[in-house]
């Protein structure tokens, strides 16, 4: 009787161990995977003399500059007007920036209003690209 019992665990033991070695490798169930890439692309736009315009505030056009009045006040030059630093404070649309020596409070709705901030949170270093107006900067793009 023990040998009759003996066997059939044999048996069992057999024909599981074969049922779950077949399952791992039946064919027509391969693994896939699946990769995603984001690219990001960034638009400057120079006048005939190497000069700045921000994209969001107006384009050249035959070397002109043709200003979209979305950011007033803004004055095209060798360069875009920029803010670097490490927030500090966060208010609604008003970020505060540490500087090596000061701190400055920029306004940053025209880059919300473009969506073109990234995550706007205290300790993050920037460099905020935008316009001077009345003493107050406009953050039309956070890097």
Known sequence: ????????ATAL???LGWSVAA????PGNPQQTTVQQTTTTTTTTTGPN?????????????????DNGRCPGYAVGPKRAEVTGTITAVKGHLVTVQQSTKQVVINDQPALNNQMT?????????DALGYWRGGNFYATQIQ
């Open 1 to 8: 009787m023990n040998f009759l019992k003996a066997a059939s």
């Open 13 to 15: 033991a057999f024909a």
């Open 23 to 26: 399952a791992q490798e039946a």
């Open 50 to 66: 190497g000069q700045y315009g921000d994209p969001i505030c107006g384009v050249w056009n035959a070397g002109t500059w043709q």
């Open 118 to 126: 990234g995550r706007v949170a205290v300790g993050r270093q920037i």
